[in-house]
C-alpha cells in the first residue's frame, strides 16, 4: 500500500510494498518523469483528498495496528461507522489541516522557470529537463533560452525566472552591487569547469604571438565575466594592457560567429560551442583553450536570489539536488554523447550534434588542420570554492569594477554556497572537498586566497 492509499478501503493491504527496480538512469527518470507528469493533471481537491489519506493511514495504523482486524472491521461495520467512531477518539479533521499547513519536506512551488543561454557550459542545466532530472524530484521546470546575460540578470532580478545558468562573477556582481544596486544572490553550483577558448580570424592564423593583437577587437560574453577576466589576464602577461592596446567589447555568444564572419571583431573569448562553430563555419580557428591559461577554472554557475533561497528551501534543495546529479552524471566521460545529442537540439544548444559532440568528448578540429584530444576541454565539478570567489573579486578590483575595501572572505562565504553543494555533493555519489579554499595557479603565478590585497597589487598592468 503507497502512502497516499485510503486505508478504509476494505481490499488495500497496508503491509504491501510499492517500490520497484529500474535497469538504468534513463529508464529510471523516464518513469518518475511519467509519474510526475500524471500528478500534475491531478486537481488541487484530488491533492488534498491524497495528504488526507496519509494522515487518516498513520492514525489508523496507531489505533488499529492489526491490518487483518482492520478489514473485518470494515467488511461488518463499514467504513463510515469506522471512521466516525474514530472522530469521537481523534481530531482526524484538526490533524490533516495542520499536516497540510506544515508538511514537512513538501515543495513550495512545483513549477520553475529557469533562464539559460545556450553555451555547453549550461549543459546540467539543460540536460536536467530532458533527461528527467528535475521530474525526479518533483519538478515541473521550464528551461528557457535567452539571448544574453544582462537579460538573464534582469528577468531574474525582476522574478520572470526563478534561478538561472549564471557566469560565476555575477552573483558576486549583483551582491556588491558592482554595476547595479546591491541585491542578495547565491551560486550554491559551479555548472562547468575550463570549457572556453580564445578562436581568432582565419587571417589571423599566422599571428600567433599576442604581442602583435595590438589594436586588435576583440569580444568576450559580459563585462562580469571568467571571459574577460582570462582574457585580460592573458594579455596582460604578455605586456599587452587591455584597457588601452586592444578593444574588448562584450558580444551574446550566439552573435560571436556571425561578428567575426563579418569581420567586426578580430577573436573572441567565448564559451563553447561557440568556438568549436566557428571551426565548424570555416570562419577562425582554436589559439588556445582557456584551460591553458587556468586548468580547473570556473566559468558558470547555476544561480538563485537568496530571497528564493529563504523562503523556499525545499524547492530550492529538490531544484539544486536535481542539477547536482546531473553534474555528476555528466562527469562520466562514457555518458558524453548521450548528453550531447540530448541538448544540441534547437530548443537548446541549436548546434549541429558533431559540434557539441566534439566540446564535450574533447576530440575536436582546431580549424588549422589538427585534430586534438584533451579530455579535459570541459567538466563539470559543482563545487563552488570560496577561492574561486575570492580570485574573481581580486579581478574586479584590478580592472576597476569594484572601489575601496573589499571583505573577500565574506562575500565569497554568502555568495558561494560551499555547504549546500558538498552535502548534495554526497547524496549525488560525488566526494566534496574537505575544506572550500585552495590554492592555484594562473598562467604559473600561484594565488593564494588568504592574501588577496597582495596578489591585486603585485601585478604591473591593473586599473586600482
Not at 34 to 39: K, L, M, N, T
Not at 62 to 78: E, F, K, Q, S
Not at 170 to 189: D, E, K, Q, V
Amino acid at each position: 500500500m503507497t502512502l497516499f492509499q485510503n486505508p478504509f478501503d476494505s481490499e488495500s493491504r497496508l503491509d504491501s510494498c510499492p517500490c520497484g527496480h529500474h535497469r538504468s538512469l534513463s529508464e529510471h527518470n523516464a518513469e518518475l518523469a511519467a509519474r510526475q507528469h500524471e500528478a500534475q493533471l491531478q486537481t488541487a481537491a484530488d491533492e488534498d483528498r491524497r495528504l488526507s489519506n496519509a494522515v487518516d493511514q498513520a492514525v489508523v495504523r496507531a489505533l488499529i495496528p492489526n491490518d487483518v482486524t482492520r478489514r473485518r472491521l470494515l467488511h461488518a461495520i463499514g467504513a463510515g461507522t469506522l471512521l466516525a467512531a474514530i472522530e469521537q477518539v481523534f481530531p482526524l479533521a484538526t490533524a490533516r489541516e495542520v499536516f497540510a499547513q506544515g508538511k514537512s519536506g513538501a515543495l513550495e512551488k512545483t513549477d520553475l522557470k529557469v533562464g539559460f543561454i545556450p553555451i555547453t557550459c549550461a549543459t546540467p542545466i539543460i540536460m536536467a529537463h530532458p533527461m528527467g532530472f528535475y521530474a525526479k524530484h518533483g519538478l515541473n521546470v521550464e528551461v528557457i533560452k535567452t539571448a544574453g546575460w544582462a537579460v538573464i540578470r534582469d528577468k531574474t532580478l525582476n522574478k520572470e525566472y526563478d534561478a538561472a545558468h549564471m557566469l560565476s562573477p555575477m552573483p558576486l556582481a549583483i551582491t556588491t552591487g558592482t554595476g547595479s544596486n546591491p541585491i542578495p544572490y547565491t551560486m550554491p553550483a559551479v555548472e562547468n569547469i575550463n570549457g572556453q577558448a580564445i578562436t581568432l580570424a582565419m587571417k589571423h592564423k599566422d599571428r600567433r604571438d599576442p604581442k602583435s593583437w595590438k589594436g586588435f577587437k576583440l569580444a568576450v560574453p559580459f563585462d562580469y565575466s571568467m571571459h574577460n577576466y582570462l582574457l585580460r589576464y592573458y594579455l596582460a602577461e604578455h605586456g599587452v594592457d587591455p584597457d588601452t592596446d586592444v578593444q574588448i567589447r562584450a558580444v551574446p555568444p550566439p552573435e560571436m560567429v556571425a561578428n567575426l564572419r563579418a569581420d567586426n571583431i578580430d577573436g573572441f573569448l567565448a564559451p563553447d560551442p561557440v568556438n568549436q562553430r566557428a571551426v565548424y563555419d570555416g570562419v577562425g580557428f582554436i589559439h588556445i583553450l582557456s584551460k591553458e591559461i587556468w586548468d580547473g577554472h570556473p566559468c558558470c554557475a547555476f544561480a538563485a536570489s537568496e530571497e528564493f533561497v529563504k523562503t523556499m528551501p525545499n524547492t530550492y534543495q529538490a531544484l539544486l539536488k536535481a542539477i547536482i546529479e546531473a553534474t555528476a552524471y555528466a562527469t562520466k566521460a562514457e555518458n558524453r554523447k548521450e548528453i550531447a545529442e540530448a541538448i544540441a537540439p534547437a530548443n537548446y544548444l541549436n548546434q549541429p550534434v558533431t559540434v557539441v559532440e566534439q566540446v564535450l568528448t574533447g576530440t575536436y578540429a582546431d580549424g588549422l588542420g589538427n585534430v586534438k584530444r584533451d579530455p579535459n576541454r570541459i567538466d563539470f565539478d559543482p563545487f563552488p570554492w570560496h577561492s574561486f570567489a575570492v580570485w574573481i573579486l581580486t579581478q574586479m578590483k584590478r580592472w576597476g569594477q569594484i572601489k575601496g575595501d573589499v571583505d573577500y572572505r565574506k562575500v565569497a562565504g554568502e555568495v558561494f554556497l560551499a555547504t549546500d553543494a558538498a552535502r548534495l555533493m554526497k547524496e549525488a555519489g560525488l566526494t566534496p572537498p574537505e575544506t572550500a579554499s585552495k590554492g592555484f595557479e594562473v598562467m604559473g603565478k600561484p594565488f593564494d586566497p588568504a592574501r588577496p590585497e597582495e596578489y591585486v597589487s603585485s601585478f604591473a598592468i591593473r586599473r586600482s
